[in-house]
């Protein structure tokens, strides 16, 4: 693994395993401050990395910006080229990346190349919307005038990042916000920051193929601090968040205070209804998936199942038997379906919503018990290696509305398919929702307006694992915003509407007289 990292870390890459605190283009800048990164893995430390000073972080921002101010110019299928290249370069080292993603956040490596796959999905997508920044022509209401939309860059977009998708998350605001016209800051979490260094190198070696300028692209390493700088300044022009809904309160509440932009993806709590016509089978596999995929650490991970009362006994019984043999351990091993949690804290956390969940009602079915992992070297490690669990409870309980970002699955039945969307819809968050039936009016009611509350919305397929191409994101507590695809990269744009008089008469709106 070490031979990837220095291949794909290139100059950047740390003999003594120390990284710096902030990265402005190609200059790397270091701090006192020494933070251990530790592995998920093993349990031990991986690398180190500095936090960044306040005047290093303002020269990122007064960069970005000089840097904004020539890229807003560049042609918009011009600056999808820089993409279309970066994307090359994500292509040919695909499997480094992915090896990056496994070390860092303990991710399977088969759905680490899912993540890297949709990196290099959302750049083709991007390349190809950067055609297709449109705005429409209006018909006006006065005679020799046109009216029309155009769309144009907004600035610096500083990119906050979660540790369980390191490298996705960015390139779906990185690639829209290269062809928008934006210079980019990356906050990755702290958590996966050879991730963020990857990425960062491979796309400052196609903008130096392009013919750009370094600065167009900068990390910054920190955490709450650094987060503060980085939000509260006027130059930024845009912050997409995503992480906990505590960060994106924090967050937004901060932009808010100078009236700035925010895109804000947040913590899920996503439920699945089983309903009397489903398929059992098809349900099941989507239920594991969706529960497990990740280790149960997805924003769109399945965290509720509402099951039909003449149902319930029999998914349990099969749920239970499927999580029983789980394979667990080590992500780099093909036959493990699940990895570690990301920390002990993740543990301590899963441990205790289970044991809260149990006072408050809630029968624990099987999981939450901490598995112990060997080393290629036969050693015993203390990666962070949990069985999966399921608690049968009221949907009703207090625990039940919060997101615990581990396997744990709350089981609810339900009778009638109003009751069960009401179930569906009675918690804060509002990111993933599926329905399992074969009844065609149950899945018209769960998609309609008087169904889910969420923002995606499936039908016989699970919570998690959304395509590029759709806008992804969610309501209430998960914050609103909408990334990716469908129309998306208008959040990283300003709307400019033109009224051009090309007659000789001065025609007000609305019929207004106003002769002098
Ligand atoms: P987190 O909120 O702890 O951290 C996310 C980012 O915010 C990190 O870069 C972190 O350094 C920073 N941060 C954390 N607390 C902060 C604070 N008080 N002030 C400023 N910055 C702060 O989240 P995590 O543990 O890395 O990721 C898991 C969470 O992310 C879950 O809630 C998950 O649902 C959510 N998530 C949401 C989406 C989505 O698209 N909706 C995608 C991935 C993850």
Redesign the pocket.
């Known amino acids: 693994h070490e031979a990837i990292l220095k291949t794909v870390l290139g100059d950047f890459y740390a003999q003594d395993k120390h990284y710096g605190s902030a990265y402005l283009g190609d200059q790397c800048f270091d701090s006192e401050t020494k933070v251990d990164v530790i592995s998920p893995n093993t349990g031990q430390k991986f690398v180190s990395i500095s936090h960044a000073q306040p005047d290093v972080i303002e020269n990122v921002i007064n960069s970005a910006k000089t840097e904004f101010y020539h890229w807003r110019s560049v042609p918009a299928p011009q600056r999808g080229e820089l993409v279309r290249l970066f994307a090359e370069k994500a292509r040919a080292a695909k499997h480094q990346l992915a090896t990056i993603i496994s070390l860092e956040s303990g991710k399977p490596f088969q759905e680490s190349l899912g993540e890297v796959q949709e990196l290099i999905d959302v750049c083709d997508f991007a390349v190809g919307l950067s055609r297709q920044l449109y705005g429409l022509t209006i018909a006006t209401e006065r005679p020799n005038h046109r009216m029309m939309e155009q769309w144009h860059p907004i600035g610096p977009v500083v990119i ?6 390191p490298m996705a ?1 960015w390139a779906w605001n990185a690639t829209l916000s290269l062809i928008c016209g934006n210079s980019i800051i990356w ?5 996966t920051p050879l991730s963020a260094l990857a990425c960062h190198r491979l796309l400052l070696s196609a903008i130096k193929k392009f013919g750009g300028n370094a600065e167009l692209s900068s990390i910054v390493f ?3 601090t ?3 700088q980085l ?1 509260d300044h006027k130059d930024i022009a845009l912050v997409s ?8 309160r ?2 937004n509440c901060r932009v808010a205070a100078r009236l700035g932009r925010t895109l ?5 709590n996503n439920a699945m209804i089983v309903c009397p016509s489903a398929d059992l089978e098809l349900a099941i596999r989507a239920i594991t998936f969706s529960a497990l995929g990740t280790s149960g ?5 399945l965290r509720r199942l509402i099951v039909h009362s003449s149902l319930k006994y029999q998914v349990l019984t099969k749920l239970e038997a499927i999580y029983n043999t789980v394979s667990i351990g080590d992500p780099f091993d093909g036959l493990n379906l699940m990895g570690p949690l ?1 920390n002990q804290q ?1 543990i301590d956390s899963m441990k205790v919503s289970i044991n809260t969940a149990i006072s408050q009602g809630g029968k624990l079915i099987t999981g939450g018990e901490r598995v112990s992992n060997l080393s290629n070297k036969g050693k015993e490690e203390h990666g962070f290696y949990i069985t999966p669990a399921i608690v049968d409870i009221d949907p009703q309980a207090d625990i039940v509305q919060q ?1 615990t ?1 581990a396997p744990l699955l709350y089981v609810h039945s339900y009778d009638s398919l109003d009751q069960a969307i009401a179930i569906q819809n009675s918690v804060c ?1 509002g ?1 993933s929702s599926a329905i399992f039936t074969k009844d065609m009016a149950e899945a018209e009611i769960f998609v309609s307006a008087k169904g889910s509350d969420c923002g995606l919305v499936n039908v016989n397929m699970g919570t998690s694992g959304a395509e590029i191409g759709g806008a ?3 309501e209430k507590d ?2 609103g ?1 909408r ?1 990716s695809g469908s129309d998306a990269w208008k959040s990283y744009m300003r709307r400019m509407t033109n009224t051009i008089n090309y007659g000789s008469e001065l025609p007000l709106a609305q019929g207004i007289n106003f002769d002098m």
Do not use: D
């Open positions: 906050i990042t979660a540790f369980n998708f998350v906050k990755p979490s702290s958590q920190g955490e709450k650094q987060v503060e939000v968040a995503t992480g906990s809904c505590a960060m994106g924090a967050v804000l993806e947040l913590g899920g650490q997805r924003c769109t991970t990301i993740a997101e970002f968050q990111l992804f994101g969610g998960t914050g915003g990334e």
